[in-house]
């Protein structure tokens, strides 16, 4: 995908205008500027559910509590996302009008990609997930595109509806973790990690386990424990790289579904893996990523169900009983650990964790229908420090007998985030969304012809009513900046092109009225080959930081 900006100066603003450039413009509109920027807010996806385990959509602001850290917080954003419904446009004349005898064409507008972690499943657990989202693709709504990513990228597929496609790459899956090492004395990332950060019972339970697989003596155990030391750090530099791995492909893909235009659901399916502390930012900056984006993730754990850990207690490989139940423990909290980030990055985004259980259809079915409700809250943490530090956050209600699923905290960001960087993230939020607002005045029109049989030439002509605007006065002029971009997304929801062009306005006071009155038309031309598009538009102010999306649908024979 390939996203090329172009700018628009003051001075070709106001030759669209129709004036010599030279001649500046001044306003009589003194209204000061109300530009701001939500640095450090901080969103809380909430998911409320009924004693059926319905979604609740009912409540309100006031219905809410919020901490960071135990510290009451004021909810300065809230919001309720409704799952969407089939989108159906109807398709634009050339002048740029809805074509009244012509059907309403089914817009691609959920996109769902399932994500295998081929780096940490077994072979058994690969089929039976693969074989259930096999089935779950055959159900694919008119309206849906899915797509077939793995964290070792070594499979993927790019959204699509062509459901052979999809099997075929479902078929390609299999298991790319990294063959055990043969090490003595065996065991888990969790336990290394453990014995990284000094604990004493991990260190004894591998130094028994050393003592056995090395057949040494009493006298030798120093030499045992040094056998385990260097098997944790072995162990650890393997485990770190394939979470390190994992948790950039998810990101990657996260990145990639934020350019899918309608509702976006990413669904995990894994066996768990350790997130270590040297991971934690990684992990909550993917779940920022995700809610800016407005993705969600749920996970399926493909273990099923499982029990873990009564075999050390019954055949220690050491030969000591204490060893034993320290090995069995320590499966127990790795089972519980690896399935830690499956639930925190469901949670953390409204999405849902389904665990112990056999019926992989049902878990999808359950993934892959979104809640119908997701209530999205923000808050801006008071004196927050740019330190990375984490910071738990809790969510309840004022009203009693309904479960809360909620993101549970957050790391605080390293730097902080400038206006520039706040605005193109929203403009880029909203060129990939459905959603259409109309804060500003505005609207575009289509144009096309074909040089040949299999070329188009595609125009997109904005107006924009520029008498809602602030002005900022400074200098003897009202000033003010808009962004306008258009795109061109075709059937499957993949972006073909989008342009950007940004127009300075410096207008003087004497034809102020004039100005506004004729307001603004842009025109963008893309090159496209005959078929369907989705066109977005989008505006923004700096000044009022009012937004304005829309859509339109063409079809070029």
Not at 44 to 71: E, H, N, Y
């Amino acid at each position: 995908m390939r996203i090329r900006w172009e700018f628009l100066s003051c001075y070709a603003a106001l030759a669209v205008a129709g004036q010599n450039p030279n001649t500046a413009e001044v306003s009589t509109h003194d209204a000061p500027s109300t530009f701001s920027t939500r640095v450090n807010l901080v969103m809380v996806p909430v998911v409320i559910r009924d004693k059926q385990g319905r979604a609740v959509g009912t409540l309100t602001k006031d219905d809410f509590l919020l901490s960071d850290r135990g510290k009451p917080q004021i909810i300065s954003r809230f919001s309720v996302e409704k799952s969407a419904e089939q989108l159906k446009i109807k398709p634009l004349t050339q002048d740029g009008n809805e074509d009244p005898t012509a059907a309403p064409v089914a817009v691609a507008n959920r996109f769902t990609a399932y994500l295998f972690d081929d780096l940490h499943i077994e072979f058994g657990d690969l089929v039976r997930s693969r074989d259930a989202v096999g089935r779950r693709i055959d159900r694919l709504e008119p309206t849906e595109r899915a797509a077939i990513f793995t964290t070792s990228g070594r499979t993927m597929l790019d959204f699509t509806d062509d459901r052979e496609s999809l099997h075929q790459t479902l078929a390609k899956l299999q298991p790319r973790t990294n063959p055990s090492i043969s090490q003595c004395p065996q065991m888990t990332f969790y336990e290394a990690d453990l014995i990284n950060r000094n604990d004493p019972i991990a260190l004894s339970a591998a130094t028994d386990d050393a003592m056995a697989c090395a057949n040494l003596d009493p006298s030798m155990r120093p030499v045992a424990q040094s056998y385990a030391v260097a098997a944790a750090q072995q162990t650890a530099a393997v485990g770190s790289a394939d979470t390190q791995t994992a948790l950039a492909v998810l990101t990657d893909v996260v990145r990639r579904m934020a350019a899918a235009p309608g509702q976006r659901n990413l669904i995990l399916v894994s066996d768990g893996f350790l997130v270590t502390q040297d991971w934690r930012y990684s992990e909550s900056e993917l779940i920022d990523r995700a809610i800016r984006s407005n993705i969600t993730m749920n996970t399926l754990d493909a273990r099923g169900l499982y029990v873990v850990g009564a075999d050390n207690i019954q055949n220690p490989r050491s030969g000591s009983v204490a060893s034993g139940i320290a090995k069995a423990r320590f499966e127990r909290e790795s089972a519980t650990a690896d399935a830690d980030v499956l639930a925190e990055v469901a949670y953390g985004t409204g999405g849902t964790f389904f665990q112990n259980s056999n019926d992989y259809d049902e878990g999808l079915r359950r993934l892959s229908e979104l809640p119908e409700f997701v209530y999205i809250l923000g808050f801006a943490p008071q004196n927050l420090k740019y330190d990375g530090t984490f910071h738990s956050v809790k969510v309840s209600l004022k009203l009693k007998g309904l479960a809360v699923d909620a993101r549970r905290g957050y790391y605080a960001p390293k730097h902080a985030l400038d206006s520039a960087e706040q605005a193109r993230q929203e403009i880029s939020e909203a060129l990939f969304s459905r959603d259409e607002t109309q804060d500003i005045p505005v609207q575009f029109q289509t144009q096309f012809f074909k040089p040949a049989a299999d070329e188009a030439k595609l125009a997109i002509v904005v107006k924009i009513d520029l008498r809602h605007l602030q002005f900022k006065k400074e200098e003897g002029r009202s000033r003010n900046d808009l962004a306008i971009v258009s795109g061109v997304f075709d059937r499957n929801g993949k972006l073909v092109n989008a342009l950007q062009k940004n127009v300075e306005m410096r207008l003087k006071e004497e034809t102020l009225e004039q100005r506004l009155a004729a307001g603004l038309t842009v025109k963008t031309s893309f090159d496209v080959i005959p078929g369907s598009y989705v066109i977005r538009v989008v505006v923004r102010d700096k000044e009022g930081q009012l937004m304005t999306a829309r859509n339109g649908v063409v079809q070029i024979p």
